[in-house]
């Protein structure tokens, strides 16, 4: 029974570890990660025939521009708006104007599950193409932009070890939502307030 114990509290002190290291580079690599997939998806939307969704993009953009793009140039502008967003998620710099283009292109990127109901979810049973699939995953990168964008103004995951035991009969860990707006004041790692 001690050699069980002895293991657990050595897979404790892994856990620990692997959670500090988590707590001090996943909001980069979040970050880096949702540069890559969007500059990778819109470089591939500049080469008419690659991607999945052109054809379904292009219309969805005629729509929402009334007809001021169509075509290939509609096809591009979302290429280009993806590719802006995904510099600015890699750099981290103008971060605030990609978070910002990145909640329009969304609205626009999901809005073909509104303009083109029966074409994403035919048949009788309505169950949703790979193209639906394929919008509907766009909930995730909108909250991956929601946690990138709560961290602009200050906000900081921060680590506060617990053993595995105590934290296993939680159903979800507790998250201070403690917010003190002072213009000559800086946040320190910690999330406290510095004058």
Avoid at 48 to 70: C, M, N, Q
Avoid at 155 to 172: D, E, F
Avoid at 182 to 189: E, G, Y
Wanted: charged share 15%.
């Amino acid at each position: 029974m001690k050699k069980i114990s002895s293991l657990f509290d050595h897979f404790d002190q892994l856990d620990t570890a692997i959670n500090r290291w988590l707590v001090a580079h996943s909001i980069a690599l979040l970050r880096i990660g949702m540069g890559l997939v969007f500059l990778g998806f819109g470089v591939l939307k500049f080469f008419p025939g690659i991607s999945p969704i052109e054809d379904l993009a292009t219309r969805t953009t005629t729509i929402l521009t009334l007809g001021i793009l169509s075509g290939h140039p509609a096809m591009d502008f979302v290429a280009g708006l993806e590719c802006i967003i995904g510099l600015c998620f890699l750099t981290g710099r103008f971060l605030r104007v990609g978070v910002w283009l990145m909640a329009a292109q969304m609205i626009g990127a999901m809005s073909p599950l509104f303009l083109f109901p029966s074409e994403l979810f035919p048949g009788p049973h309505h169950t949703p193409t790979l193209a639906a699939q394929y919008i509907i995953k766009d909930i995730i990168l909108v909250a991956a932009g929601m946690v990138i964008a709560s961290t602009w103004t200050g906000a900081r995951i921060v680590a506060q070890p617990q053993s595995l035991r105590s934290t296993l009969p939680r159903r979800l860990p507790k998250v201070e939502r403690t917010f003190q707006p002072l213009p000559s004041a800086q946040m320190n790692m910690t999330g406290k307030t510095v004058v």
